[in-house]
């Protein structure tokens, strides 16, 4: 039995015309760090709050089939019972301060707070994950006042900190500089290491190529594709239905129309591998 | 925007460590003894020998001062203005202002209500420059109110500036694209209406993101909650407390008794 195990859930906010998801089955293994791409609009959010149980223990509307975490479904449990197994950080990093604390230390302790961790272990938990997300001297500011990227770190290290098996991240590098992007994916991924099951819908291809284990391709609500980076990252059928994909596989498939990239070696995703494609390809 | 949305300053003093109940103690029995005590320089005498030397001890004097300086006297000297001249008390008259007959009673009794009102504010502010708000909430949670009840405090106190901003932007916007934010008053108020509702959908929206945020970190979870601080509860606070309660029933019997 896979820990997560989605089983044909297809859903409808109240004001919508037609589902948002349609019967999306998906498995996911323990430690598993699987990334879910789509044009705006897919439902790559909705899947998110569909596995962190606000669909639809919050955001009412018509709800079919199961989400499953670690034995438990998500449609038997309540949502503050769901969100101590699955945490999720949401798309916008701005509104998801508690608005109730005065430092960051303070704000990340919140959820620690809120669900009866003691004293001591609050401490070094929440030093500990400002220490792996790099905030360690963003302590003693007030939430409000950082900026953009910051504020996505913050909100990141707050559900990290609540230590939940099923890691469920919502674009969580978007405010962030490349350089931080870099640390964020890393540290996810160490976290994948260590057993925490990570699911992150992300626009950034080369990143999702060198560090999640599988992707799934999103496109009006329903499963296009579903494979490895390397599979899914560079099929044809991304650029028609409209996905953004990686420069470097774009240049690579224009050099093979052009004969300057060799039919047998697979398209790449990141820089080293077009390096290592053009490296190989004999010039005509 | 402001780095600090609270009043309170960080320092070490025994006035710091005191239990915030403590302190709401004794601003309660300050006040109650400034308002009630018959004699008439009892209030001079509360700012002279209890709250001047506290805001010394508490190692908030200047900021103190500045506070009173700034806010308090002020706003007391304009009750005290008004309750000199307005007041149609006593026969003694000192001066004629045009109509107005200031008489020795009036000053006298608009001087002593001052003194009251000034005690009262002053009290409060150094109880907020030596408390911080989550410290008291913690404690206050801890002994019992509500969680979503200091939640609701604490944020609201931190958001007036947040809607502060949001109010500029939008009128940056929307001035940007041709509004009339600025002449004639009549002009100006129409020109309003336009920000009611992106102010208003924008805090909705805002509102419900929050609320699943907040979901997201167990704020509705039904295990027990902790605490990040340890708000300090000694011996000495709980007899502190004794004894300012004995002061305030003190003052409330003296004042029924004469009356
Ligand atoms: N609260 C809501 N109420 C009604 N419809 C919604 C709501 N949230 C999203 N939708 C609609 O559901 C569809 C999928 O939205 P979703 O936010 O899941 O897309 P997404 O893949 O996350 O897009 P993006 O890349 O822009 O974040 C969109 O058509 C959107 O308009
Ligand atoms: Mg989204």
């Avoid at chain 1, 230390?105 to 809120?114: D, M, R, S, V």
């Avoid at chain 1, 239905?241 to 398209?267: C, H, M, Q």
């Avoid at chain 2, 009840?149 to 949001?166: D, E, G, H, K, N």
Wanted: net charge neutral.
């Amino acid at each position: 039995m896979a820990f997560v195990n989605l089983q044909n859930v297809t859903y409808q906010y109240p004001l919508t015309k037609s589902p948002v998801l349609q019967d999306i089955t998906l498995q996911i293994e323990e430690g598993e760090f699987v990334a879910i791409i789509g044009p705006n609009g897919a439902g790559k959010s909705t899947l998110c709050y569909a596995l962190g149980g606000f669909v639809p223990h919050f955001f009412k509307g018509e709800f079919s089939g199961m989400v499953e975490v670690a034995g438990k479904k998500s449609s038997d449990a309540t949502l503050d019972e769901w969100v101590l197994t699955v945490g999720l950080a949401f798309q916008n990093p701005f509104n998801q301060i508690s608005g109730a604390k005065y430092t960051v230390f303070e704000e990340i302790a919140f959820g620690l707070e809120n669900t009866g961790v003691p004293r001591e272990e609050m401490k070094s938990r929440v030093e500990q994950a400002m220490a792996q997300t790099g905030i360690t001297d963003l302590s003693d500011r007030s939430p409000y006042t950082l900026s953009g990227g910051q504020q996505q770190r913050v909100a990141l290290t707050s559900i990290l900190v609540m230590q939940p098996r099923l890691l469920v991240l919502d674009e969580p590098t978007s405010q962030l500089d490349p350089i931080g992007t870099r640390e964020v994916f890393g540290v996810i991924r160490a976290m994948a290491e260590r057993g925490m099951t990570v699911v992150m819908a992300e626009h950034k291809m080369e990143w999702i190529a060198q560090f999640a284990d599988r992707v799934i391709a999103l496109k009006d609500g329903a499963t296009l594709l579903e494979g490895t980076p390397q599979e899914v990252l560079t099929s044809d059928l991304l650029t028609e239905n409209g996905f953004g994909i990686s420069r470097y596989t774009s240049v690579a498939r224009e050099a093979r129309r052009r004969k300057r990239w060799r039919a047998d070696v697979p398209l790449p995703v990141t820089l080293d591998q077009a390096a290592e494609g053009f490296a190989f390809t004999p010039p005509s | 925007m402001h780095e600090r949305l609270s009043f309170h300053i960080k320092r070490d003093s025994a006035l710091h460590r005191l239990n915030p109940l403590t302190k709401i103690f004794l601003v309660l029995a300050l006040i109650l003894v400034a308002f009630l005590n018959p004699w008439y320089w009892t209030p001079h005498l509360l700012v002279l020998i209890a709250i001047t030397p506290l805001s010394l001890l508490a190692r908030v004097g200047a900021e103190y001062f500045r506070a009173a300086a700034r806010l308090i006297l002020p706003a007391v000297g304009f009750l005290f203005l008004m309750q000199a001249f307005f007041q149609p008390v006593g026969e003694e008259i000192l001066f004629q202002f045009y109509f107005l007959d200031v008489t020795r009673e009036s000053l006298m009794f608009a001087f002593s209500n001052a003194m009251r009102i000034f005690v009262m504010v002053s009290a409060f502010t150094l109880f907020l420059l030596t408390t911080h708000p989550s410290e008291l909430m913690s404690d206050l949670t801890r002994r019992g109110l509500p969680g979503q009840f200091s939640y609701v405090i604490i944020s609201t106190l931190q958001i007036l500036p947040q809607i502060q901003a949001r109010a500029q932007t939008t009128i940056a916007a929307q001035r940007s694209r041709g509004l009339e934010t600025e002449g004639h008053f009549i002009k100006r108020a129409g020109s309003l209406i336009p920000l009611v509702g992106p102010l208003v959908l924008g805090s909705l929206v805002e509102v419900e993101e929050r609320a699943i945020a907040i979901e997201a970190r167990g704020f509705t979870s039904k295990s027990l909650k902790t605490s990040l601080h340890d708000i300090p509860d000694s011996s000495i606070d709980k007899a502190l407390r004794w004894a300012l309660a004995v002061i305030a029933i003190l003052s409330i019997t003296l004042k029924l008794w004469l009356s």
